[in-house]
């Protein structure tokens, strides 16, 4: 591999949407922020300089980070922010991983301006599974607000909905002709007939899972999560914030005369507090005809059927299609045997206020999202290196708990499993230990699915389904053969998922919902991960610029 540069000058720019022009803070003045991309095994150097008054992170999202884990981003997980004036170098290599990835910032609501996507090619001389593409266009998928995100997060923690609901959906970070005032801001894939085109499509939006379709068009689902799938052909698909899907769109053979919109919309199992308005895009034939000074004006547009926003058979059917290749050149390493079983709840409750509306959730707000009714504490220091360094005291505790303190019965009444207790606690695993992890939405409150995220590893699902969890007959009906394997699953709200994964990277790895309020909440836990005895087990000391608290 070799080694790229990147520069990221974090900086405010003027930027107009729905007619309305706020300054948002972004990377190199760019809104969606600039493409990386690199091949596997190259090494990236990413010079982050903060020139604004909020502190900043970036995050590398799905890009496993081995033995690098000083470059994975979370704030005060595996470093300190990135301050004004200072700057950090991401040194990481990409090991064994390509596909489509994204980075966002890691700190606060600022991934909502701060993203981008990340595209990591196959080695030279290595081909795709599937035939090789006409074109590559990465479409990320965003939001917008006409506020400024960081100044509603207090609010969006008060009061659970509301004021964080976003004014439009943006593709490409543009909302589309179906917003008012938006015409003018639409992304335009231009395409020619009877050609194929690989398009990766990244759901970095901060609160909502989206059904996309293509007018007219279907596609083949080739990868997700960076990982090859056995192929599948569909109209529509689901993505939740945190995935990525790569599709291959096979033009129509002649010239249509027509355009087609590309739609996006949520998918819940209720109406929920958010904004389930449709971003579109236009996908444009380039007449063979007609010559390029003569553009095809007022062709008709065709419009997408998307699923109707509570459509859960169709969300259930699309996720159950996705099957890992499990092939000879892209085998399945799913885990067989397990070390550690984990049972996590995972859900939001409400905790007790007083009169004057001081509550005893996470910075005194009423709501709170917890695992195993544990709200996650922010520390004050990073947690990775309060490990590297033996000064864990008083910043975090080992003791995670396996299993909820209150146990949860999807059947019966409202259960108990609102509490929440506060604190900074992770797993400790030693290294190489193979773990499965079952986790159960408790639904209480919510109807969207909690996209669980885990750094530092790719999982394995190798169960999934609704109601309560049975611990006795639901493990014979795993799928150990070719579970989809990704970074991002969704726990469907009122069910369950269990993955397995094999805990073979040092370090301090954040897991959390991708669905930024719920993280807000407290939707989150860390798993610290023991150095192994071999050299190249173990985590190399910190980068010397590594940023202080
Ligand atoms: Cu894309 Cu911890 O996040």
Redesign the pocket.
Known sequence: GVTKHYTFDIKLQNVTRLCHTKSMVTVNGKFPGPRIMAREGDRLLIKVINHVQNNITI?W?GIRQLQSGWADG?AYITQCPIQTGKSYVYNFTIVGQRGTFFW?A?ISWLRSTVYGPLIILPKPNVSYPFSKPHKEVPIIFGEWFNADPEAIISQALQTGGGPNVSDAYTLNGLPGPLYNCSAQDTFRLKVKPGKIYLIRLINAALNDELFFSIANHSVTVVETDAIYVKPFETDTFLITP?QTTNVLLKTKPNFPAADFLMTARPYATGQGTFDNSTVAGILEYESPSLHSTVPVKNLPLFKPNLPALNDTTFATNFTNRLKSLASAQYPSNVPQQVDKHFFFTVGLGTNPCDQNQTCQGPNGTKFAASVNNVSFVQPTTALLQAHFFGQSNGVYSPSFPFSPAHWFNFTGNPPNNTMVGNGTKVVVLPFNTSVELVMQDTSILGVESHPL?L?GFNFFVVGQGFGNYDPKNEPKKFNLVDPIERNTVGVPSGGWVAIRFQADNPGVW?M?C?LEVHTSWGLKMAWLVLDGKLPNQKLPPPPADLPKC
């Open positions: 995050h999202h979370p966002h890691h945190g995220h750094h954040f959390h991708h």
